[in-house]
């Protein structure tokens, strides 16, 4: 095949040579002609992906716990379509007469019925149509199961329509140099946890499956967002030495990832790692950070059942042993949008990033919540622990929380079981509510911490997985900047640290721009911290503030980011700057 460069938007940096594996899922979108004699094969892949569908389903029912239990209804509803007659023999006979692959018989006929359903006057009846479609990407990413079993390795370059954090989790990561998908956008939670586990990875590339061929060699550039697919020889031999160099740097970073985070004129920055799941506690020792500024804990909710107590609390005394005498902030389940637990999916919020996430799940299903905060409250005994709450925009979230804190702890003492009685209690600003009381939460909490990924996108009133809006995503946009400087005052005017955990703490002109905004700490993903360090000893907080100042008076983005292109140039070495932008 003949070379070939496409392009996407790199979020996880890094480079790989090696072969292309297109993912079951992607097969939802295959469109092939078949001959006669596939078609018999393509009808049992229906029907088969319809058993295996109605299969799960009915796994799942039998596994939701009593607290959940208005899923039982919804998933009973899906599992009847997921056998209705329409579907199934309207894609059957589609097979059949047009001669098309299974994928593309079902997808046609899934867009008709929905079509369908969705012009009814009936609101109820209208409304189907979102469960219609539902389902249909059910039976497609079976399609792509059943077609997965008869492979039996999932290594090399990994392309993939889109990927939930959820199934990067399940990936056995080993074999995989690389992901790229066709949706996604710079701070998904699936490109945070490829950049946590070392994978480079690519999102945004429209014409992927226009050309990846399943084996096809290609090398994938992370920091310059292409790929070269059928490399030639010189192509080849050019990459292997960036790979060998950007390897020595990575290890020179390391080598000085315990000096200090001091700037040049003195001002220490404290430098915190985000961990996204035990996988990525390794690199923790290593890396030079002063504690755990973010643990993103509903990670471990997101295989299948609810972890009870006991296992929240073996895995949270894992992470408090492995941070030493150092902080560790556990931020408590932040579940919904792009992070569901099986159960959450059946009720397919209309939009899930404005839905029931974060805290408001948490207060919602005030039983899950009080599982984990037991949990954390025990692992916390004796330990340099805090909690921190996400998606708060309310103060009665942060004092009915209080007062779920009060309850457990009293309850704790009172069976004389060993706790953390006086534990901090942190807010993430992360919502423009936030930022417009911000104020009034540094007031009511011990702490603040910065969600820069949440945060930008709320306020730009943009998804962070939607490629088409993903020009949006300004870290720089004068609006942003503004509400970063609001949040880091109202905190210091109570007396608070203010970090940011967000991936804009692993950004080079984010640094310097939080520098002379005068943040207290930054938390980013392990690999990163050594790189952040070495920014911050290269930075003058003073020339920062001012930059700051000039920042704080200008209305274009662009000329902001000269400005920090411009302090930036002479200070901190150009290969650093690929952590995000
Ligand atoms: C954020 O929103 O910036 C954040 C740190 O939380 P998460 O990325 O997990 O939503
Ligand atoms: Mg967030």
Same mark, same amino acid.
């Given at each position: ?23 079951? !899922?992607?097969? %939802? ?59 199934? !023999? ?22 008709? %019925? ?59 990561? !080993? ?91 003195? *001002? ?10 035990? &996988? ?46 150092? *902080? ?11 992070? =569901? ?14 839905? %029931? ?65 006086? =534990? ?124 700051? &100042? ?12 000269? %400005? ?18």
């Amino acid at each position: 095949m003949a070379r070939k460069v496409i392009r996407g938007v790199p979020v996880s940096p890094g480079i790989a040579i090696g072969e292309i594996q297109i993912l079951p !899922d992607a097969i %939802l979108y295959e469109k092939r002609h078949i001959s006669s004699s596939e078609v018999e094969n393509e009808i049992e892949a229906i029907k088969n992906a319809s058993a295996t569908v109605c299969g799960s389903l009915e796994e799942t029912s039998a596994n939701i716990p009593p607290n959940l239990s208005e899923y039982h209804d919804v998933i009973a509803a899906q599992t009847e379509l997921a056998r209705d007659a329409r579907i199934l !023999d309207g894609a059957i006979a589609r097979v059949r007469h047009k001669k098309i692959c299974a994928a593309w018989a079902l997808s046609e006929t899934i867009e008709e %019925l929905a079509s369908l359903f969705k012009s009814m006057a009936d609101p109820y009846l209208s409304e189907r149509a979102q469960d219609i479609k539902l389902i249909g990407k059910c039976l497609g990413s079976a399609l792509g199961g059943c077609a997965a079993a008869t492979r039996n390795d999932l290594g090399g370059i990994l392309a993939a329509y889109d990927l939930s954090p959820a199934h990067v989790l399940k990936l056995k990561l !080993d074999g995989i140099q690389a992901i790229l998908t066709v949706e996604g956008g710079i701070s998904s939670h699936t490109a945070i946890l490829a950049r946590g586990l070392k994978v480079p990875a690519l999102v945004g590339i429209s014409s992927l499956f226009a050309h990846a061929r399943n084996n096809a060699t290609a090398i994938v550039d992370a920091f310059r967002g292409q790929i070269i697919l059928d490399p030639d020889a010189s192509d080849l031999e050019k990459y292997q030495k960036s790979l060998n160099h950007y390897n020595l740097f990575e290890q020179n970073a390391k080598d000085a990832a315990k000096l200090p985070a001091v700037t040049v004129d003195g *001002k220490t920055v404290k430098v915190r790692a985000n961990i996204d799941n035990l &996988r990525e506690l390794s690199a923790l020792p290593n890396s030079g950070a002063a504690g755990i500024g973010l643990y993103r804990t509903e990670f471990s909710y997101l295989g299948g059942e609810l972890p009870d107590e006991e296992s929240l609390h073996n895995e949270y005394c894992a992470i408090i042993g492995s941070a030493g005498s150092q *902080k560790v902030i556990f931020r408590t389940l932040d579940v919904g949008a792009d992070k =569901i637990l099986p159960v959450q999916e059946a009720l397919h919020e209309p939009n899930p990033a404005l839905g %029931l996430r974060g805290i408001r799940f948490c207060l919602k299903k005030e039983d899950i919540f009080v599982t984990q905060l037991r949990a954390i409250l025990r692992a916390s005994h004796g330990a340099n622990a805090a909690i921190m709450l996400p998606m708060v925009s309310t103060l009665a979230e942060i004092a009915a929380t209080r007062q779920l804190i009060a309850k457990i702890t009293a309850d704790l003492a009172s069976n004389g079981i060993p706790h953390a009685p006086n =534990i901090e209690l942190g807010v993430m600003i992360e919502t423009p509510a936030a930022v417009m009381i911000s104020d009034a939460i540094a007031a009511s909490c011990d702490f603040i911490s910065i969600g820069t990924n949440d945060l930008l996108h709320y306020l730009m009133a943009i998804d962070r997985n939607n490629r088409h809006v993903a020009y949006l995503h300004d870290p720089l946009h004068p609006a942003f900047i503004r509400c970063l400087k609001q949040i880091i005052d109202s905190a210091h005017k109570h007396g608070r640290e203010v970090s940011v955990c967000g991936e804009l703490a692993a950004d080079a002109a984010g640094i310097a721009l939080l520098l002379g905004m005068d943040i207290d700490a930054l938390s980013g993903s392990p690999r990163f911290v050594p790189a952040i360090k070495h920014i911050l000893r290269n930075l003058n907080s003073r020339d920062c503030a001012s930059l700051a &100042r000039m920042a704080m008076d200008e209305q274009d983005g662009e000329k902001i980011k000269k %400005l920090l292109d411009e302090l930036l140039h002479d200070s901190v070495d150009t290969r650093l700057r690929f952590i995000i932008h």
